[in-house]
């Protein structure tokens, strides 16, 4: 048997997950102008409250100097507010602003609707892709 890129579900996977990543960026950029880093570290920030850019990193699977951008990008729009992390002086927490709590807000009600549709797309098929992608998160989880 020849091997079959096309069949191959890791990159069904990861083609699959860019493709829905790329049509939701599209939604949160018309709102807010946001990257996908960007909408990763406060989406995170917006569930978590205030945690150090090594958690958001962890989190989110971007490296630390891609969320250390974002973060500083977020910081002069007003979104993020930065500060020493308490129990250790070298690492930075990040945390929502208000205006940043007002966007997430905003952004939570696009990222709902989202769902809903794709959802709707896999029709009787969501409960179990849900159900596999959590399988598979779980199994890959370090």
Do not use: C, N
């Not at 989406?43 to 699977?61: F, K």
């Amino acid at each position: 048997m020849t091997f079959q890129l096309d069949q191959f579900l890791p990159y069904r996977l990861s083609v699959a997950a860019t493709q829905v990543s790329r049509r939701f960026a599209a939604r949160y950029a018309a709102e807010a102008g946001l990257t996908i880093p960007e909408w990763r570290v406060l989406a995170h920030l917006g569930q978590s409250g205030a945690v150090s850019v090594r958690d958001v990193t962890a989190r989110v699977a971007l490296d630390k100097s891609i969320v250390s951008r974002a973060a500083s990008r977020l910081e002069k729009a007003g979104y993020v507010r930065k500060s020493s992390h308490g129990k250790d002086q070298r690492l930075v927490a990040l945390e929502l602003t208000e205006a940043g709590r007002e966007l997430m807000a905003r952004l939570g009600k696009i990222a709902e609707t989202f769902q809903a549709e794709l959802l709707a797309e896999l029709g009787a098929d969501g409960p179990a892709f849900r159900r596999a992608l959590l399988q598979l998160s779980k199994a890959t989880a370090p």
